[in-house]
């Protein structure tokens, strides 16, 4: 079984920082790509960042030159660094990765951590 949770959501003025993080732990042979998504109420969830095995990043328009993913493969852990906040970047932060388990490829998805941007 496999498990990706996500930490370091919370309550941030406009302006401010914050660093997300998602570990995955369990069972599985590799993984491939990984990424941010985010939600809000009555929308669709959208891709933010994505970031190949191979460190070789990719950002929505509307968060590119502030936010910055990377990935620490020894932890099996990728971050999301969010600078200069602004109300509109409030959701609900998913991480997903695509990972090996036996001899398939798989999208998993964490539960989810609230960023609120608000003063």
């Known amino acids: 079984q496999v498990h990706l949770v996500e930490s370091g959501g919370g309550l941030v003025q406009p302006g401010g920082s914050l660093r997300l993080s998602c570990a995955v732990s369990g069972s599985f042979f590799s993984i491939n790509g990984m990424g941010w998504y985010r939600q809000v109420p009555g929308k669709q969830r959208e891709s933010i960042a994505q970031i190949t095995s191979g460190g070789t990043t990719n950002y929505a328009d509307s968060v590119k030159g502030r936010f910055t993913i990377s990935r620490d493969n020894a932890k099996n852990t990728v971050y999301l660094q969010m600078n200069s906040l602004k109300p509109e970047d409030t959701a609900v932060y998913y991480c997903?990765?695509?990972?090996?388990?036996?001899?398939?490829?798989?999208?998993?998805w964490g539960p989810g951590t609230q960023v609120t941007v608000s003063s």
């Open positions: 997903a990765a695509n990972l090996r388990v036996r001899a398939l490829f798989a999208d998993y």
